[in-house]
């Protein structure tokens, strides 16, 4: 989610802590890669040479690292909290100069970005173009480890992907003509397709335990809400949106558990985010959801945040989106933690603590 036209609600994977199924297996301790949009993004995009905006500017940052770190929220993102609870440090940003240290994992998540190669093309780091840095990154494992250490290396760690979202919200930001070409199920199969071959070629290389998460109802966003009310005049969310992010919902599960049956070894958690943020949109009481903390026009929901026209919220603490689309560095500690530890009601078949577990 890099700017109006990088956008993205996706979240992460999870187990439960107990009943954990015969299924799910428990492994040593491993690294933490990392593969996805703005939500997942630690800063790459900072270095690309491409006009895709890089949210290096206040307030972004503002709540925990008090300066900008490329991080699309206030503070920290999902994956560093899951870092946090994997007692991993920081997971840096693969395209960051002088970034040697490969052991503990990396972050090829790229603002913006989708699983199709079109959504944002040019812009970003698309999922193949981040399946290649991976690949770049083992190459250079091997050479500091040696085959057998890097083998074990890529056998115990998690790779986390948060990635579809912008496929989803782009053509609708940009008034494309993609629909007039494929049937929504054509292209929710495009973008299911490109997450389970990538998938796929990790384990290839020895990957074996992969955390994905649902969409979150993408349609009720601010930003969203706010093209609603700009195009429509109306004020709900945006269900034409939201259809999408429910038909992937339903066909992410059926692959990965499909994949499940052709793959020896093959783990999986995957989170259920549509239902966790329905929980919360439907008790506003919480937290502020229809508006953004940091923004312009109706409902903050335009992303200029840090640009010359934006308006700030006095307490990030009673917001779920930063800016119209991000959350909180709140609110995704909350998910982080229900990824984590999260009960089988939220994750199936198995947490990510399950995961990173010996």
């Known amino acids: ?58 307030p972004y940052g503002e709540t925990y690292f008090k300066h900008p770190t490329g991080r699309a929220s206030d503070g920290r993102l999902i994956p560093d909290f899951i870092a946090e609870f994997a007692k991993l440090p920081l997971i840096p940003p693969y395209l960051k100069p002088g970034n040697h240290q490969f052991t503990n994992g990396m972050n090829f998540a790229s603002g913006g970005a989708g ?42 760690a998690v790779y986390m992907f948060s990635i579809g979202s912008n496929d989803y919200l782009i053509p609708f930001i940009t008034n494309s003509t993609v629909f007039q070409s494929y049937s929504k199920k054509e292209y929710v199969k495009m973008v299911i397709g490109n997450i389970t071959s990538v998938i796929q070629e990790i384990y290839s290389m020895g990957g074996r335990r992969f955390g994905l998460s649902k969409l979150l109802p993408l349609g009720c966003a601010p930003i969203s809400r706010s093209l609603n009310i700009v195009r429509t005049g109306g004020s709900g969310c945006m269900e034409e949106i939201t259809v999408l992010a429910k038909l992937h919902n339903r066909a992410l599960p059926q692959a990965l558990t499909e994949l499940k049956s052709q793959l020896k070894g093959y783990t999986y958690s995957i989170f259920d985010a549509y239902a966790a943020a329905d929980a919360i949109f439907n008790n506003p009481s919480k937290y502020e959801v229809k508006k953004a903390c940091c923004g312009s026009g109706p409902l903050r929901g335009t992303i200029t945040c840090g640009q010359k026209a934006y308006e700030l919220c006095d307490n990030v603490s009673e917001y779920f989106f930063f800016d119209g689309i991000h959350p909180t560095e709140k609110a995704n500690y909350q998910f982080a933690k229900l990824m984590w530890d999260g009960s089988p009601k939220i994750v199936k078949p198995c947490n990510l603590k399950t995961l990173f577990e010996k």
């Open 1 to 58: 989610m890099g700017s109006s036209r990088s956008n993205i609600l996706c979240f992460l994977v999870l187990c439960a802590s107990s009943l954990v199924p015969t299924s799910c297996h428990s492994y040593s301790h491993g690294a933490l890669f990392i593969f996805g949009d703005s939500l997942y993004d630690a800063g790459n995009n900072i270095y690309l040479n491409t006009n895709i905006p890089k949210l290096n500017i206040f």
């Open 115 to 156: 699983a199709l190669a079109g959504t944002n093309q040019g812009l970003v780091l698309d999922l193949q173009t981040q399946l290649t840095n991976f690949k770049n990154t083992e190459k250079q494992l091997r050479q500091k480890l040696g085959a057998s250490e890097v083998k074990a290396l890529l056998s115990t």
